[in-house]
């Protein structure tokens, strides 16, 4: 996800964007990202991103691949399944990425792999109308044509359906942007618990007008509603079909492909979807016959298979990125050419204070000063893996800006700055680690850093890391945290990380458990600005959260870097994503 700009709408207009072409390159000082990024290597690149106003931009089919013709498997290995193939239960840009190949949503960003992004409409016949021109009621009329897999109709019903159910508890780990929007509250099953627990489908604040059209109201502006709705939350799910916690195994499909076959831990057969109308769909294509996942060899594995080619693999992706044993041999390789993907993800790595444990913002910032940025990041491959950085929000966001580091210790860390801030004192922290290849190379690194500035660190090595950082009360200080904007606005970011009013017992996100109220009062100003003014406020918070709170240390930003078969052309590292995508996919 690279930019977020919207002008503001005449009333009953379509949602408006300003188109933006900007360069970006190696960004230093005090500099700012308006929509472009640099490079793995620093160097220019440009791209556009806005809302499409045109309807005829969300009209399909989508523009011929150059060269692209249809046949073959495509394989995609990884070591790990899927969390959830069940829509409103994914909430991981590589099951996204994959979805996307059978799944539909409202909206959706449509990417052209050279830097241009259009948010359009998908499902829908354009990205939204904002009826009154204050982002507070939104319609959305379904495409006519579009269907399941079994030929049904999709309609209004369906996609309500589907957002219904994301408010159920047992359909969990979702994203919660439009429960939260349409029932006003962070605690939205206060308002509706979705359509078992209730008994009704009826969402409040969601209207289906007829057998085609949808009417989001919102007490409050909700001007990024189009770029919610390109989340999975908005996939339509016949009522019939719906097997609940078991929809996982039983998805049905709306995309150019359908799921053949699925065996858990093991493999991912998909097949072309013979109802799918590439006359609705501005964005995919289905070149492949099938697409096959193998679950199971690791990286190391998998890119080593791929650099070899031999038979199937050589129309593979080794989809978990390049190991960081192999990094030096695929860098210098430029017979390669093509077959590696290498460039900034809009995701972040942080070490997380535990803030209602450590409630000393001092020794919190001597924990910032401590830390070895350059060290973690050698532990995945050094450059290759990431860039390190000191901003909450990704180079990637809106508005971002590279104000100077308030805790500057160095690539390695200064333990001297932060013996001073101790004053003395030997500060015990319990620090929480993955016990995964992850955790053992990068725990240790944070351990000796840490201890080098003064601190009594103490390791613990579990296998639920998440499940337990996300609860609250938990009995440890520290820990390595991931997030990656939903959409490349900081509304998908800040207030979901650092507004401390929607923490709650379990699955917080807020995982540092900060609570401000000046923060929460600047979360509310600035996401009732329009978008194109909101961009540089929320860069001022950023700066304002890092400098008087230090609730987290930001450690380094993500580089997507794998390698493809000689045979995949096609696949390109999403804009929206940071991750491959295969909507353009096709065997050469």
């Known amino acids: 996800m690279r930019t977020r700009l919207r002008a503001a709408v005449p009333a009953g207009r379509l949602a408006a964007g300003v188109t933006l072409t900007l360069t970006a390159g190696v960004l230093t000082g005090c500099t700012e990202n308006t929509g472009g990024f640099g490079g793995p290597t620093g160097e220019a690149r440009q791209f556009t991103s806005a809302i499409a106003t045109d309807p005829a931009d969300s009209q399909g089919p989508a523009e011929p691949v150059s060269g692209a013709e249809p046949g073959g498997t495509l394989r995609l290995i990884t070591q790990a399944d899927f969390e959830h193939l069940d829509p409103q239960r994914t909430y991981t840009f590589a099951a996204m990425a994959l979805q996307q190949t059978f799944l539909r949503t409202l909206t959706v960003f449509a990417e052209d792999g050279a830097g241009k992004v259009l948010l359009v409409g998908d499902l829908a016949e354009n990205p939204g109308v904002d009826v009154d021109g204050d982002c507070r009621t939104w319609e959305y009329r379904l495409k006519d044509g579009v269907r399941f897999a079994d030929g049904t109709p999709i309609r209004a019903a369906d996609v309500a359906y589907g957002i219904a159910r994301s408010f159920e508890e047992t359909i969990d780990g979702g994203p919660t942007y439009l429960q939260e929007w349409l029932a006003d509250d962070p605690a939205y099953n206060s308002r509706y618990s979705g359509p078992y627990t209730s008994g009704s489908d009826t969402v409040p604040g969601l209207t289906v007008r007829d057998e085609r059209t949808l009417v989001f109201s919102f007490a409050r502006p909700r001007c990024d509603l189009p770029y919610a709705l390109s989340l999975p939350t908005s996939v339509p799910v016949p009522k019939a079909a719906d ?5 996982d195994r039983s998805v049905v499909a709306s995309g150019p492909y359908r799921i053949r076959e699925y065996l858990r831990d093991s493999r991912l057969v998909l097949e072309r979807n013979p109802h799918w109308d590439p006359a609705t769909d501005p964005l995919r294509h289905a070149y492949p016959d099938s697409i096959e996942v193998e679950i199971g060899p690791d990286n190391l594995a998998a890119t080593e298979r791929v650099l070899a080619g031999a038979g199937p693999d050589a129309a593979a992706l080794a989809w978990d990125g ?65 860039r390190p950085t000191h901003t909450l929000l990704a180079n990637t966001t809106i ?36 016990s995964t290849a992850f955790g053992q190379a990068t725990a240790p690194v944070v351990e000796q850093s840490l201890e080098r500035a003064g601190f009594d660190v103490t390791v613990r090595y579990v296998d639920d890391h998440n499940p337990t950082v996300r609860t609250r009360g938990n009995e440890y200080d520290i820990y390595l945290s991931n997030w990656a904007a939903d959409w490349p606005s900081a509304v998908s970011t800040i207030p979901v990380l650092w507004d401390g009013r929607k923490l709650g017992p379990l699955g917080n996100s807020n995982v540092s458990y900060f609570n401000a109220d000046d923060v929460n009062a600047e979360i509310d100003r600035i996401s009732a600005l ?42 390109f590292i ?12 096709h065997l050469r």
């Open 574 to 585: 999403s804009e929206q994503f940071g991750t491959p995508v295969f909507y353009r996919a």
């Open 243 to 247: 097997t609940r916690t078991g929809y």
């Open 322 to 386: 390049v190991p960081q044993p192999l990094v030096n041999r695929v860098l210098g390789d430029p017979g390669l050419g093509g077959r590696v993907l290498h460039r900034e993800a809009p995701s972040q790595w942080y070490l997380s204070i535990n803030n209602e444990r450590i409630t000393d913002v001092d020794v919190r910032r001597a924990i910032a000063y401590a830390v070895d940025r350059q060290g973690l990041l050698a532990t995945q491959g050094g450059e290759a893996a990431g």
């Open 530 to 571: 329009p978008a194109a003014e909101a961009g540089p406020q929320w860069a001022k918070l950023d700066q304002m959260i890092m400098e008087r709170y230090c609730p987290v240390v930001p450690i380094y930003q993500d580089r997507t870097f794998v390698v493809g078969g000689d045979r995949v052309a096609g696949v």
């Open 399 to 434: 508005g971002w800006t590279d104000y100077p580091n308030p805790y500057d210790g160095g690539p390695t860390g200064d333990p001297e700055a932060a013996r001073e801030l101790l004053g003395g004192e030997r500060v015990r922290l319990v620090y929480l680690s993955r």
